[in-house]
């Protein structure tokens, strides 16, 4: 009686149970791995090589005009007013007359920005759970500081108030830029299963979205005499004996939003340690230069816009370690 008992309660304890595969029990089996096990990885990693940067300088002097004179001693060849200026000190028998004024900020620059900078960078994040091929990344990326050194900087010809048109050359400078650039990144390694193959390459992708703080450094000079006479950039340096203005050292921080698009592949060396090579592209809209009244942030007053680089892309390609845990 007491047989037929323990088999009646067992058959009650299976009654609208079906039977249950090996992947079906909690803490089992999932995809190709056991022990619960389902992929997801605390990701640290740093990276470094070269960036070249590439952009479309544009002139942003605006309305800002220059006086020329015809040299009527030599053959009405048209002069800027501060050489005529120049020439009058030395000589009070030259003549000269007005051939108008003309606009700056219409002259294009002479070169685009292109150079090749210093790069690096480390990031953080994890690999999502039961889909570890999808890894998040919050990273920091330094582009080193990288020299626009144009000398005359706008070149071209300049259509006079008069009508005249004239052959203008407008500053020279020497200047710097350098970039911080935070952001987050979502990527794609193709691999099957839930682990990271080791011993052997995995290719991957990138997309993501960050926020750029870009320092610029202006040393504008007054190489073609075109500036001096202007009352108005007085403001933004110091007029030496001969009326040249030495214009002030200027800083500026320019902001963007920055797409950013990555592809490369990596290397397990061991289940958790990767190296990493690739390239990462970023888009930014624009980074100005500015004259300032004063060479330090706490001088300065006044800002004037003078040239910026618009459409700035970089490639950073890098090489680097990446650790999984």
Not at 8 to 24: E, K
Not at 114 to 139: D, H, I, K
Not at 252 to 277: H, I, K, Q
Request: glycine letters at 10%.
């Amino acid at each position: 009686m007491r047989k037929f008992s323990f088999i009646f309660l067992i058959s009650l304890l299976c009654v609208g149970t079906d039977a249950m595969a090996n992947w079906q029990y909690p803490n089992n089996r999932r995809r190709d791995s056991w022990n619960g096990d389902d992929g997801m990885r605390f990701v640290m990693s740093v990276r470094g090589g070269a960036s070249y940067g590439r952009a479309n300088i544009k002139n942003e002097i605006g309305g800002l005009t220059g006086n020329y004179m015809f040299d009527l001693d030599n053959g009405g060849e048209i002069v800027t007013q501060a050489y005529a200026n120049a020439i009058l000190q030395q000589d009070s028998t030259r003549n000269f007359a007005y051939a108008g004024y003309g606009r700056l900020g219409d002259l294009p620059a002479t070169k685009n920005y292109s150079n090749v900078a210093f790069t690096a960078g480390f990031s953080a994040g994890l690999t999502m759970p039961t889909v570890p091929q999808w890894r998040v990344e919050f990273g920091y990326d330094h582009i080193a500081e990288s020299d626009y050194n144009p000398n005359p900087l706008f070149d071209g010809n300049l259509q006079l108030s008069s009508g005249y048109s004239v052959s203008a050359q407008s500053g020279g400078v020497q200047s710097t830029l350098a970039s911080d650039i935070y952001g987050v990144m979502a990527f794609y390694d193709f691999f099957d299963g839930i682990k990271k193959p080791v011993k052997q390459m995995i290719p991957y992708v990138g997309i993501g979205l960050g926020y750029a703080d870009t320092k610029t450094v202006l040393q504008l000079t007054d190489s073609y005499g075109d500036l001096s006479d202007v009352y108005e950039l007085q403001n933004f340096g110091i007029v030496d004996d001969a009326g040249v203005i030495q214009f002030n050292k200027a800083e500026t921080n320019s902001s963007n939003l920055v797409p950013m698009a990555a592809v490369g592949f990596s290397y397990g060396v061991t289940e958790r340690l990767f190296l990493d090579a690739g390239l990462r592209g970023m888009f930014m809209r624009k980074i100005k230069w500015q004259l300032t009244n004063g060479e330090s942030s706490a001088d300065v007053e006044k800002r004037r816009d003078w040239f910026s680089a618009e459409n700035m892309i970089y490639i950073n390609a890098t090489v680097g370690l990446r650790v999984e845990f």
